[in-house]
């Protein structure tokens, strides 16, 4: 039988820290922890400095979603627009900036919903999930390695791409779920 530590009083630490590799903002972490109990672990972590996700609504119940080849999925999945927050960018800027780059549009209003960890067992990012409305059209000047269809949905259409598998991208996921009534 496994034991658990039932207290979440007591603090982790870690002995060492190295990375391994690090190119542009993701680094890969090697990293020796010793846990409350004693017990010395070897982990190895994504540090990444998080990304805003948004949920465009061009009317009531009508959304945008982008449609982008994931190399790590080796698919075209349909998606929030999200991007990464720049070193020292307040998140609400992120989001605008982001979403302009993805879509050609600016949301004159944002409202952050909540912030969640999309992989905890591998990664320390966070992402941070943003209610984007009352879009006005803006020259989207995207990444140049970026491929990306744009498109509205319906609620009910949205709700049908995910029944039917269409749709398995988790932010995706949890932000349609999220949806205010």
Known sequence: ??????STSKKFSVKQK???YSRGRIHLVDC?????????????IIEHPGAVVMIPQTS??????????RFAARDWLWEWPAGGVDKGEPLAAAARRELAEETGFWPRKLKKL???YPTPGISNEVMHLFLASDL?????????DEEIEVREFSRAQIRAMIRRGAIRDGKTLLGFLSLPS
């Not at 039988?1 to 039932?6: A, D, G, I, L, P």
């Not at 020796?32 to 190895?44: A, D, I, N, T, Y």
Request: hydrophobic share 35%; charged share 30%.
């Open 114 to 116: 909540f912030s969640f």
């Open 60 to 69: 009531p119940g009508r959304y945008l979603l982008i449609r982008q080849f």
């Open 18 to 20: 190295r990375v391994i």
């Open 1 to 6: 039988m496994v034991q658990r530590n039932k």
């Open 32 to 44: 020796e922890v010793r846990m409350p109990s004693g017990l010395k672990l070897s982990r190895q």
């Open 136 to 144: 006005i059209p803006r020259k989207a000047e995207g990444d140049e």
